[in-house]
């Protein structure tokens, strides 16, 4: 399986992060232990949405589409509460 994902720090409710992983609770582990560079000043993160997807073409078109102006906006009207 492949999972795309939707990160909310908890030290800033405004930061999101959107991400990519085949294995979604270690990568979790991984953003909370400070072991990615660009979510380690906002830690700690939960998961506020994922989607999982058969094929890593579908799930890469989804993350890329979820950083996009009319992405935010979808995932903050339909998947983020």
């Known amino acids: 399986m492949y999972y795309t994902y ?12 959107y991400g990519f ?5 270690k990568r979790i582990e991984y953003h909370n232990a400070g072991k990615v560079s660009s979510t380690k000043s906002f830690r700690p993160w939960k998961i506020t949405f ?3 997807f058969t094929n890593k073409e579908s799930a890469l ?5 979820l950083k996009t102006a009319s992405g935010k906006a979808f995932a903050n009207k ?3 509460y």
């Open 6 to 17: 939707i990160l909310s720090s908890e030290k800033n409710q405004v930061k999101k992060y």
């Open 21 to 25: 992983t085949t294995n979604l609770k």
């Open 50 to 52: 994922y989607a999982a």
């Open 61 to 65: 078109a989804f993350k890329r589409y």
């Open 78 to 80: 339909r998947l983020l």
